[in-house]
């Protein structure tokens, strides 16, 4: 163990210091017979032993014994963390590969894939099974997680069709039998969707694809991360179950340009004022913008007790389904076009 975390040590000196180049061959070779299971046959573990202890031998004699059986230990540690911090880089590459995320449990704390609200993990993680003494369940969740982004691989080189993963009634923001189908798994509270939307009207995105949604709440640990972002999907579906006839931009899209593009009178963004109100509060502001949007007081009240039944929490529960397990997305936004599903804020230039 001493002799392999010896030439870990002076693999990373030497990259900073000439000075212990010429120690990294003996090293190496005393590695490689102990990985291959054969002794040592040179006397670098005691030369390396003798320069370390040689200070302590010298003021302390009586201390050496313990600084030897420490330096011991100590190896074992670097060891460990090597292979670890080797494990972690290998895990995180794999992960941004596959989901645009290093960090499956947390895409939103991966500085190095697109920005995005993370769909949150409820399994334990390793440290967090350890502190609770799990070690079977620490190492059984960590390498089934591994497991699962490996078996993810052939989905990341596949050709994604956007027809494939429609969801029920379907609404467009603009409609031509010309263009391709792009398809988006948005959360209306979510301020990164917020943001693709703008960076699709820049782009005129809409203009050469149509494209429809799929409105996914994002749970947190209590009820939903954004605290209506229910409320306002179940009306969105309830209005795709009930379109409205003669309208240039379907109702529910026009709901949903609302929260993205346009502000409060108070100056705030639509989104953030939903987002901080209550549920009452909420649905009185949706049901105002449906009579502003030209429905009647009784196709309000149509939408406002479909919104609340069975058939929209069933949809709601597809389209859960249908993100989690066929798309299999950890980042909101996603957006399927073009043969390729982009997960996170897609730019302006990746958009046209």
């Known amino acids: ?31 490689w017979r102990r990985v291959t299971f ?65 960090n499956k449990q947390d895409s939103a704390s991966c500085t190095l894939g697109a920005e995005a609200c993370s769909i949150p993990d409820e399994t334990p993680g390793f440290m967090e099974s350890l502190g609770e003494f799990d070690v079977l369940g620490a190492f059984g969740n960590e390498f089934g997680s591994l497991g699962e982004t490996f078996a993810a691989i052939p989905a990341r080189l596949q050709t994604w069709t956007a027809e494939d993963y ?43 694809h149509n494209l429809t949604y799929i409105a996914y709440p994002i749970a947190g640990t209590e009820g939903y991360k954004f605290p ?6 179940q009306y969105l579906e309830a209005l795709r179950l009930h379109p409205q006839g003669g309208a240039e931009t379907p109702v529910d899209w026009q709901v949903l340009e609302r929260i993205f593009t346009e502000k409060a009178e108070t100056g705030l ?20 913008w449906l009579e502003e949007f030209g429905l009647s007081a009784d196709q309000i009240d149509v939408i406002v007790t479909e919104a609340g039944s069975d058939t929209v929490a069933d949809i709601i529960a597809t389209n859960k389904t249908l993100v989690e397990e066929k798309i299999a997305t950890v980042k909101i936004p996603t ?8 997960d996170g804020l897609v730019s302006v230039d990746g958009l046209q």
Request: glycine share 4%; aromatic share 10%; hydrophobic share 45%.
């Open 1 to 31: 163990m001493f002799c392999i975390a010896a030439f870990i040590v002076l693999v990373i000196m030497a990259a900073f210091s000439a000075r212990y180049r010429r120690y990294v061959g003996k090293a190496w070779n005393c590695t």
């Open 38 to 102: 054969r002794p040592c046959d040179t006397t670098f573990k005691q030369d390396i032993k003798d320069h370390l202890l040689a200070p302590i031998a010298v003021r302390r004699p009586g201390l050496v014994r313990p600084a030897s059986i420490a330096l011991e230990i100590l190896a074992v540690l670097v060891i460990l963390t090597t292979i670890w911090s080797g494990y972690t880089v290998v895990k995180s590459a794999v992960n941004l590969y596959v989901y645009g995320t290093c």
């Open 166 to 208: 429609l969801p029920a009634n379907a609404s467009y923001l603009t409609e031509d039998a010309a263009n391709p189908i792009a398809v988006e798994v948005i959360d209306p509270g979510c301020t990164f969707c917020k943001a693709l939307f703008q960076n699709i009207e820049e782009s005129g995105f809409e203009q050469t």
């Open 228 to 233: 209506n972002s229910l409320l306002v999907t």
């Open 269 to 288: 963004p639509w989104q953030e004022t939903i987002n901080s109100m209550d549920a009452d509060e909420a649905t009185a502001t949706l049901v105002d």
């Open 335 to 342: 957006i399927i076009f073009d043969g390729r599903r982009h």
